[in-house]
């Protein structure tokens, strides 16, 4: 089992910045990919940035290339999402997850944290 736990969000205004985290915990043998997620309301969850665990093959949704950015830094088993340039279109429920395989599909991480808010104020 692999356990997941974001922080960071909260609430900025339009063209603000936000970092969030995400620690890993027990099995992280099993993880090859990390990936970011989002959930506004009475919208499905969707992907947002991936990165393998050993620090590459970083891929961005169109929606963020340009003013997302993740990263992981392997000593603190945590991945990070670096939000710039933030709009109200980006408010929504952060959700990290994990995979053992390479992938950008929802329906292939099998370990999720609880979320995090960001809501952006216009």
């Known amino acids: 089992q692999v356990q997941l736990v974001e922080s960071g969000g909260g609430t900025v205004q339009t063209g603000g910045s936000l970092r969030l985290s995400c620690a890993a915990s027990g099995h992280t043998y099993s993880i090859y990919t990390m990936g970011w997620f989002r959930q506004a309301p009475g919208k499905e969850r969707e992907f947002v940035a991936r990165i393998a665990w050993s620090g590459g093959l970083i891929y961005y949704a169109s929606a963020v290339k340009g003013r997302f950015t993740i990263a992981r830094d392997n000593a603190k088993n945590t991945v990070y999402l670096q939000m710039n340039s933030l709009t109200p279109e980006d408010t929504a429920t952060y959700y990290c997850?994990?995979?053992?395989?390479?992938?950008?599909?929802?329906?292939?991480?099998?370990?999720w944290g609880q979320g995090t808010q960001v809501t952006v104020s216009s």
């Open positions: 997850a994990s995979s053992p395989i390479l992938t950008v599909l929802r329906a292939a991480f099998d370990s």
